[in-house]
């Protein structure tokens, strides 16, 4: 459709040197741009050494520390920000799983990190025992995480994915599953 209404305004407001990306569905170029963003490679953000299978922690407030002392950036400013997040929503997902993830200066490069715990803990008005954590710098002009956050939504939606997941015990598990499924 060569008269879209996105080409038309593609047409009037971009020039040779700096082109407009556009959501028009016509389009090749957001059609190979809409399967780049699908997916979504992991390992960019975890590693191994991000991935602990048998924490024992038994509070909230001891998986936020744990999670700013793992990352080994401004452990206090961390931990902080992430107690101050939680406190303006619980980052609860359901289903036994938190996404406890902030941002800030202090952060140098996204990261993930992944905590199971050995228990259940109370996290809101739920018990969670698998833990993704998202640190993420401060300015994240491309909106980086977001893909991340949203590709882990997508899986997390297939009971299978939750399953293998709640039962692996190695880093390698996890990491697999994390970028095969």
Known sequence: MANSLWKRFKDAFSSDD????????HSMANKSRAQEEEKCDFTQILTSEHIFTEEDL???????????QVSGENQEEIYGALLVREKQASTNLGE??????????????????????ENPIDWGND???LVFGLLIPKPDSDFEHVKYMAGLSKKLL????????????????IINLLTQS
């Open 18 to 25: 700096q082109p407009i990306q556009t959501n028009d569905v």
């Open 58 to 68: 038994h509070s909230q407030s001891e998986v936020l520390k744990r999670l700013s």
């Open 96 to 117: 036994g799983m938190a996404l406890p993830h902030v941002q800030s200066e202090n952060i140098s490069k996204l990261t993930m990190i992944i905590l199971k715990l």
């Open 127 to 129: 018990k969670v025992s």
């Open 158 to 173: 297939k009971p299978s994915f939750v399953y293998a997941l709640k039962e692996a015990t190695t880093a390698e598990q």
